[in-house]
């Protein structure tokens, strides 16, 4: 079965500088990868996924991640981080070659963001 | 386009009482279906999931129950509700039974048990 990791809890960061929130996995295959972001009071919301091709890619909100398989990472980064950036954020796995549809997530990571 | 509701928003029940929380999704047709529960500082745990009306299979044993008595509805129950089913409950919904497939969440209940 696979799993997701996402060492840090919580993450601060003054606005404008850069962001980056990790994110292991542990699958046997190809993975899809997702990053999701919840606000506060809120459900989440889809920022980007990745099934395959190119490693680095573009998410909403000025988002981006990038694949490296040699160390099963999905790190999520932004050169610039703007308040309203402040959430949780998710990243998850899905298995791929007809296994189970159902994503494993990550338990998360709170951003704040300091003006 | 696609939309999940959920309702209520907040709820706040004595130990003990019933609960019911609902979801519906507009603009799609059998969707696969999920409740997830988020207590405070921690990630989202699979309560039930649902690939079919009248198809429930249940991830967590606990009070609480799941029905699917239409193709978009999904219903969150318990008869006794404890002080521990408190937390922030998400309904999601998504398409097919592949693994590249995303979740589309709903705005969420906030259960307060007392």
């Known amino acids: 079965a696979q799993s997701v990791t996402q060492p840090d809890i919580h993450i601060t960061v003054s606005e404008g500088a850069s962001l980056e929130l990790r994110c292991n996995y542990s699958?046997?295959?190809?993975?899809?990868l997702f990053w999701y972001v919840q606000s506060p009071g809120q459900g989440l919301q889809l920022l980007l996924k990745?099934?395959?091709?190119?490693?680095l890619v573009q998410g909403i909100k000025g988002f981006e991640a990038e694949f490296k398989r040699s160390q099963s990472s999905f790190n999520l980064r932004k050169p610039s981080v703007h308040w309203s950036d402040a959430a949780e954020y998710f990243c998850?796995?899905?298995?791929?070659?007809?296994?189970?549809?159902?994503?494993?997530f990550g338990r998360g990571t709170s951003l704040i963001v300091h003006p | 386009s696609q939309t999940i509701h959920q309702w209520p928003a907040t709820l706040v029940q004595p130990v003990g009482s019933p609960l019911s929380l609902e979801c519906t999704v507009e603009?799609?047709?059998?969707?696969?279906l999920y409740w997830y529960r988020q207590a405070a500082g921690r990630g989202l745990q699979l309560l039930f999931y649902?690939?079919?009306?009248?198809?429930i299979s249940s991830e967590v044993p606990q009070n609480l129950s799941a029905s699917r008595p239409q193709d978009r509805q999904f219903i969150l129950s318990s008869k006794k509700l404890l002080l521990s089913d408190s937390g922030f409950y998400l309904c999601?919904?998504?398409?097919?039974?592949?693994?590249?497939?995303?979740?589309?969440f709903g705005p969420g209940t906030r259960l307060t048990v007392l």
């Open positions: 603009g799609t047709s059998n969707p696969n």
């Open positions: 998850a796995v899905g298995e791929g070659g007809g296994g189970s549809y159902i994503p494993t």
């Open positions: 699958y046997g295959a190809t993975p899809y």
């Open positions: 649902s690939v079919g009306i009248g198809q």
């Open positions: 990745y099934f395959s091709g190119d490693t």
């Open positions: 999601a919904w998504s398409k097919g039974l592949a693994g590249y497939n995303e979740q589309f």
